[in-house]
């Protein structure tokens, strides 16, 4: 008998993926749809989810477009229950929904000292404990089923924190640990078929971002935009298609020796020292 060959292949497989509607996520979600997958998205922005399902239904990808709120546990099981009941089961979902805000970023107007705790706690909720809710109620269908991959959505952030955004270092670093220890937990506990793993994107251009790379009045780069493209040897912010591969790569069974790892896509950022 020959030895199985590890697949790429992703059709059929079914890919739930939080902040499905987002800028990256639906990017991500379009591409895992042309490559065969059935896609669910899930997101608390319903007019961003039906933008989302029309241009889907556009390109016949089998999908569902679920208004889910990942802090909401009783949202999340509710999604969990569509997607089993229309797609039958579930093989990977992808944390996608994340991201900072200005209440929680450090500036002129706002110290260290004056950033308001409801701003932090709203930071880290929605990219850590969104992260855990979810894990916890589609990991415990794949420990149903045997078998499912996680993918979280990281940040460089996570290695070595950026000025000005503490909470959203801070909530990105707790994901990346959690992904270690809930790829032993699975494994440990459940099924070796579990894998668990992260994406650590770099600085990619997004509306989350933007106020702080570009200049709103005239669109040329900021001192930090600045910054980060003489420090980026690929000399470019990062693009949504540029974590495509990365995230196709890691859910297809091709990847199924790599697990509990956070993995950088950020132009070669992290490997320049500035010298
Ligand atoms: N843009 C970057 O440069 C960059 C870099 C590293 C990591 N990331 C991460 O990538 C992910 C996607 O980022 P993006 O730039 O596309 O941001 P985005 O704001 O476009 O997308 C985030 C999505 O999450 C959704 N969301 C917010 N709160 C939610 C909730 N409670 N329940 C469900 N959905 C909710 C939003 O509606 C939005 O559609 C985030 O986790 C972000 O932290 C982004």
Not at 26 to 51: P, Q
Not at 164 to 177: F, G, L, M, T, W
Not at 248 to 271: K, M, N, Q, R, Y
Request: one cysteine or more; proline letters at 4%; a negative charge.
């Amino acid at each position: 008998m020959s030895e199985r060959i590890n697949s790429y292949d992703l059709t059929d497989r079914v890919v739930v993926i939080t902040g499905g509607a987002g800028v990256l996520c639906s990017k991500i979600t379009k591409e895992l749809g042309n490559s065969g997958a059935r896609v669910a998205a899930l997101d608390i922005d319903r007019d961003g989810l039906d933008e989302l399902s029309g241009e889907l239904t556009q390109a016949s990808v089998k999908h569902l477009a679920l208004e889910t709120d990942v802090l909401d546990r009783k949202s999340l099981t509710d999604a969990a229950d569509v997607v089993k009941q229309r797609f039958g089961k579930v093989d990977v979902l992808i944390n996608g929904a994340g991201g900072n805000s200005p209440e929680a970023t450090t500036g002129p107007e706002q110290s260290f000292f004056d950033l308001p705790a409801e701003g932090v706690q709203k930071v880290f909720n929605l990219n850590f404990l969104g992260t855990f809710l979810a894990s916890q109620v589609f990991g415990e269908v794949f420990a149903e089923q045997g078998e499912g991959v996680i993918l979280n959505v990281s940040s460089m952030n996570a290695f070595t924190p950026l000025t000005k955004i503490p909470a959203y270092s801070a909530a990105k670093a707790a994901v990346s640990n959690f992904t270690r220890w809930l790829a032993v937990h699975m494994s440990q506990n459940y099924s070796t078929d579990i894998r668990v793993n992260a994406i650590a994107p770099g600085f990619l251009l997004t509306e989350q971002n933007r106020y702080l790379l570009l200049d709103e009045e005239t669109g040329e780069l900021t001192p930090r935009g600045k910054t980060i493209i003489e420090h980026t040897p690929m000399d470019r912010f990062g693009d949504p298609k540029d974590l495509v591969s990365t995230v196709l790569w890691l859910i297809a069974p091709g990847s199924e020796f790599v697990h509990g790892t956070v993995i950088p896509i950020d132009g070669g950022f992290s490997a320049f020292s500035g010298v």
